[in-house]
C-alpha cells in the first residue's frame, strides 16, 4: 500500500490529530478510521464519470502513536470498480497539502 505515515507520535499529539480529524473528515464506521474527500474538481476522468461511485476519498488512520494517510483514492460506495486507483499527483498533492497543515495547526513536529 502506498501511504504517508507519521509515527512515533506523543498522547496529546494524537489527541490534538483526532480533534482536527474530528473537526475535518468524515468518520468511518471503524474506530480510528477517517475519510477525507477530495473535491469534485480533482477526480480523474473516470472518477468524474462514475457517479454512482462518489464520494471518492483517501482513508486516514489514527493509532495510538501514529497516522496514516493512504494514496489509494476509493469509493465510499463500492470496494472494487475501475474507479478506484492510486492518487494522480494532483491528488496527492491534496493530500499532502492536508497533511501539512494538520500538522501546522496541531503544532506536531514529525
Do not use: N
Not at 475519510?35 to 464519470?49: A, N
Not at 474507479?83 to 497543515?101: E, K, P, Y
Request: with cysteine; proline share 4%; aromatic share 10%.
Amino acid at each position: 500500500m502506498r501511504q504517508y505515515v507519521v509515527d512515533e507520535l506523543r498522547p496529546k499529539e494524537v489527541e490534538k490529530i483526532k480533534d482536527y480529524l474530528d473537526s475535518y473528515c468524515e468518520l468511518s464506521d471503524i474506530k480510528g478510521l477517517y475519510w477525507i474527500r477530495l473535491p469534485d474538481d480533482m477526480l480523474s476522468p473516470i472518477q468524474c464519470e462514475h457517479k454512482d461511485c462518489q464520494p471518492h476519498c483517501a482513508a486516514i488512520e489514527l493509532g495510538d502513536k501514529w497516522v496514516k494517510f493512504e494514496m489509494l483514492i476509493r469509493s465510499r460506495k463500492k470496494i472494487r470498480c475501475k474507479c478506484v486507483g492510486f492518487a494522480t499527483h494532483q491528488q496527492r498533492d491534496f493530500i499532502l497539502s492536508f497533511i501539512d497543515t494538520l500538522l501546522d495547526k496541531t503544532g506536531v513536529k514529525a
